[in-house]
């Protein structure tokens, strides 16, 4: 069984930055893609931002040029840098990690910008 936690977020004015990080563990041998997710009230999930194992990148439209993921294999840990926020990346952010047979998720973490 894999286990997420996440870490980093909390309120923040509008152009501020934040770091999420989320550190796996457990019986991991590999891992896939990592990524981060948002859910903000009322919306649906949507993609933040994912990392592939060779460290290929894919974000969501609204956060190009904002956001840069980054992983570290050696510790299991995907980060999330967020800058220039803007009230509307408001959501609470979960991490997502694939492997070989698992597909794990965090609890989230929340992100509120707003002055």
């Known amino acids: 069984q894999v286990q997420l936690v996440e870490s980093g977020g909390g309120l923040v004015q509008p152009g501020g930055s934040l770091r999420l990080s989320c550190v796996a563990s457990?019986?991991?041998?590999?891992?896939?893609?990592m990524g981060w997710y948002r859910q903000a009230p009322g919306k649906q999930r949507e993609l933040v931002a994912v990392?592939?194992?060779?460290?290929?990148?894919n974000f969501a439209d609204s956060v190009k040029g904002r956001f840069t993921i980054s992983r570290d294999n050696a510790k299991n840990t995907v980060y999330l840098q967020m800058n220039s926020l803007k009230p509307e990346d408001t959501a609470v952010y979960s991490c997502?990690?694939?492997?070989?047979?698992?597909?794990?998720w965090g609890q989230g973490t929340q992100v509120t910008v707003s002055s």
């Open positions: 997502n990690v694939k492997g070989p047979g698992f597909d794990a």
């Open positions: 990392i592939g194992s060779g460290g290929s990148t």
């Open positions: 457990g019986k991991i041998f590999t891992i896939y893609a």
